[in-house]
């Protein structure tokens, strides 16, 4: 199943995406959309997960028009120097797999329920896991912000539950082509991380829309000054809809 979607993801941008896998499916009341984007560095919650190094990054989402979803995501990923190789066994493949809902529960107010489980396939040991998330999201004039968390349980590849709370901030300028977007979240370690420090991240940055492509610029930084990696930085990304 692994190697299918992947598989997809790469058949979709060698073949240039857009009209060929986009839009309704067929009287389904199904709705598919695709990314291709590539990051200067990918950060997840502050910390690279590629060790500084870019990495390609696709996603195929199916929509509902009740407001159900699902969808796959894969990025390149790198945990280790390149001489500890052998500890990963080579992989270096983040999917993840996600469903939920999302829908307005007042006139400026909708909410976002979610799962995602995140795997690493071919890594040595049990690195695996599911993750519960919700999001509001407020509209504010033409600004939106979002208040979110997520929470991940004692499970195989967690010593101890973690919780993750977050706000952000989006505005749009001139005709909505370009946006600000302010980013603040905090990571919250249980009990049994005896030795792991909570901590901040944050971001600041905009990006640029013309047609189906998304060009961006942040500055990310976090607390966490004995962690590789996680320090300040600009992060570059430009992105592809389809």
């Known amino acids: 199943m692994r190697r299918r979607l992947l598989a997809l993801f790469a058949a979709a941008l060698l073949t240039g995406g857009g009209p060929a896998v986009a839009g309704a499916i067929g009287d389904t009341g199904l709705n598919l959309s695709g990314t291709a984007t590539f990051v200067s560095d990918y950060r997840y ?3 690279s997960q590629t060790m500084g190094e870019p990495a390609p990054q696709f996603g195929l989402t199916v929509r509902q028009k009740d407001g159900f979803y699902a969808g796959a995501w894969a990025s390149y990923v790198r945990f280790y120097p390149r001489s500890w190789d052998g500890y990963s066994n080579g992989a270096h493949t983040e999917l993840d797999f996600y469903g939920g809902w999302t829908g307005k529960v007042a006139r400026n107010t909708a909410i976002d329920v979610g799962f995602t489980y995140y795997s690493f396939p071919g890594v040595t ?13 407020q509209a504010i004039g033409k600004a939106e912000v979002r208040i979110g968390g997520a929470y991940d349980w004692r499970q195989g590849a967690m010593a101890d539950r973690v919780t993750y709370l977050y706000g952000e901030g989006v505005l749009p300028i001139i005709h909505a082509r370009f946006a600000l977007r302010a980013h603040a979240g905090r990571t919250l370690y249980g009990p049994r991380y005896q030795d792991t420090q909570d901590y901040w991240d944050w971001s600041l940055g905009g990006e640029a829309r013309f047609g189906r492509v998304t060009a961006g610029l942040s500055y990310i930084d976090t607390d966490l000054r004995d962690v590789p990696h996680a320090g300040a930085g600009v992060i570059a990304s430009v992105g592809f809809a389809f």
């Open 45 to 47: 919650r502050g910390v």
């Open 125 to 137: 040991g049990d690195n695996d896991l599911g993750e519960a998330t919700l999001v509001i999201v």
